[in-house]
């Protein structure tokens, strides 16, 4: 419901989530189709509910239902909106079980399989990858670097107009204590002059309440804590001039989600939106994730999946939120561009 009808972010986001709810109840991964609300807190946000499940229905969402303040406590007894944009097919996955049993799968189809991490690409050439564990000779490579996808091009000498900049998004969890008070998922009415959703209340398939993210310009591209530096990271995006625009442009966003970023009263002011009794002993410190976002020269953000074929390669350049509910259907859309662009069989893939 948040992507333009007709692109690949609406079209992978729907295919995939069907993939996904299908390969997480055969190889029984943890998981919960539990619905989630996205609450309006002032008229004009309820104004834009009607534009969300339109978008929504027109990608192929189904049963979306706008409520009111009665319904809304029935669902969220401790969330406080004018109305809302009920949303039953939203769900959670435990990721880390699924992606490891996608690992399983891989080695169970091809024994011969390899599957090696803390293994960094040196150089591309042209029948071999030289990395940090050995020399692989390759006919074809896909490349899905995300924060790094930028940087797999460059080596693989292709010529992008695009450059990724990482942005932090910090969480806070809620103490056992005021788990209670958020039952399934949460999201604000996004706002379309900013590239992110806001901070949300997910609650997660261990039991777990997170709540955030904020988005934070980080000076690291795997800069998980607040003060992660790095200079090499930090010159080649402060050196392109999207980031400057993107900067300009958004300014007062910018300032606010750094003062909140240090500032847990602030963070709990922004969740007291939607969940005005939240309290400050209700909520700690949570993890952290980096968000792969790709601008352009312009300072506008790619908002669409970019998958490309360079000479013998394809690389994934850009895939943005939905992409770990997209994961199928993006593997799909690959397979498509392998099976095209290296005449494989289909039946091979």
């Known amino acids: ?22 390969f997480v109840k055969k190889y029984s991964v943890t998981h919960d189709i ?30 979306l239902e706008i409520i009111g303040p ?20 939203s769900g959670i996955v435990d990721y880390k079980a699924f992606t490891n049993k ?4 891989i080695i169970e189809i091809n024994p011969k399989s390899k599957i090696l991490t803390s293994c960094e690409v040196l ?30 091009a460059k080596k693989d000498k292709m010529n992008l107009d695009l450059k990724i900049v990482g942005f932090r998004g910090d969480y806070y969890d809620l103490e056992d204590h005021a788990k209670e008070k958020v039952k399934h998922l949460i999201y604000p009415v996004p706002n379309p002059e900013f590239p992110f959703l806001g901070v949300h209340f997910t609650r997660m398939t261990d039991g ?23 200079l090499k990271d930090t010159l080649e995006a402060l ?34 939106k939607m969940l005005p009794n939240l309290k400050m002993n209700d909520i700690k410190e949570g993890r952290s994730g980096v968000r792969a976002m790709a601008l352009g020269k312009d300072g506008e953000v790619i908002d669409d999946f970019k998958i490309v074929k360079n000479k013998n390669n ?36």
């Open 123 to 152: 150089e591309v050439n042209e029948e071999s990858l030289i990395t940090t564990k050995g020399t692989f000779k390759t006919l074809h490579s896909i490349f899905c670097g995300g924060l790094f996808s930028d940087r797999l």
């Open 314 to 349: 394809i690389h994934v350049i850009n895939a943005p939120s939905p992409a770990a509910t997209a994961c199928l259907s993006i593997g799909d859309e690959i397979v498509k561009h392998a099976t095209k662009n290296f005449n494989l069989k289909k039946n091979i893939c």
């Open 239 to 272: 050196t392109f001039l999207g980031t400057w625009r993107l900067f300009i442009n958004h300014w007062k966003f910018g300032w606010n989600e750094y003062r909140r970023a240090f500032s847990k009263r602030l963070f709990l002011k922004e969740l007291n």
């Open 102 to 105: 996608l690992a399983e799968l």
């Open 1 to 22: 419901m948040y992507y333009k009808p007709g692109s690949f972010r609406a079209k992978n986001c729907v295919d995939g989530r069907k993939q996904l709810v299908s």
């Open 208 to 230: 777990r309440i997170e709540c955030g993210p904020n988005a934070v310009f980080t000076f690291k591209r795997e800069g998980y804590g607040k003060i992660d530096f790095n």
């Open 70 to 89: 009665e319904k809304i406590k029935e669902i969220e007894p401790f969330a406080n909106g004018i109305a809302a944009l009920y949303v039953p097919e």
């Open 34 to 63: 539990c619905g989630k609300i996205v609450l309006a807190t002032t008229e004009k946000e309820k104004e834009k509910l009607t534009e969300l499940k339109q978008r929504g229905e027109s990608n192929g969402l189904i049963n």
